[in-house]
C-alpha cells in the first residue's frame, strides 16, 4: 500500500489548548492546515479551516475561560471540534438560503452549510464543566 494511502487510513487525534484570545483562530487555522498536509488530506484544508475558524470563534468570543480545539480522523472522516467552558448550548444554526441582516451570528449557519455532520455536546474538560460543538467532513 502506498504511503499516502496509509496515512488516510490511520486513526489519529490531535487536541490544542487555546486562550481567550481572537488570535487563538490564526494559530488554530493555520495548525490544522499543516495537520491535514502532513496527514495527506491537503483536499480538506480550505474547508476544514473555514469550519474551524466558526467553531473557535464562538468558544473564544463568546465565552469566558479556556477553550481547545480537538481534530480527530477515523475511517475517512475528519471530525473538528472546539470544546469551551460554557455549558449553554450553541446558538441554532439558521437556514443558509436566508442569512438575515445580521452582522454576527452565521457561523454555525456556514457549519450546517459546510460540513456532513455537526452537532454539540456537554463535556468536562480540565476540571469545568462545558460543551463540544464538532462537526464531519468526510475525505472521500
Not at 463535556?123 to 460543538?133: A, C, P, Y
Amino acid at each position: 500500500m502506498p504511503e499516502t494511502d496509509r496515512a488516510r487510513d490511520d486513526a489519529w487525534e490531535y487536541s490544542l489548548s487555546i486562550p481567550t484570545d481572537p488570535r487563538a483562530v490564526t494559530v488554530c487555522r493555520r495548525t490544522l492546515r499543516l495537520i491535514l498536509t502532513l496527514h495527506d488530506l491537503a483536499g480538506l484544508v480550505d474547508t476544514a479551516e473555514l469550519l474551524a475558524s466558526e467553531l473557535v470563534s464562538n468558544a473564544v468570543l463568546h465565552t469566558k475561560g479556556p477553550a481547545c480545539l480537538r481534530l480527530r480522523f477515523r475511517d475517512g472522516v475528519l471530525q473538528i471540534g472546539a470544546w469551551d467552558a460554557d455549558p449553554e448550548p450553541p446558538r441554532p444554526p439558521g437556514r443558509p438560503d436566508d442569512p438575515g441582516e445580521a452582522e454576527s451570528g452565521r457561523g454555525m449557519t456556514l457549519v450546517r452549510a459546510c460540513s456532513d455532520l455537526w452537532h454539540w455536546q456537554p463535556l468536562s474538560r480540565m476540571g469545568h464543566r462545558g460543551k463540544l460543538v464538532w462537526c464531519e467532513l468526510n475525505a472521500a
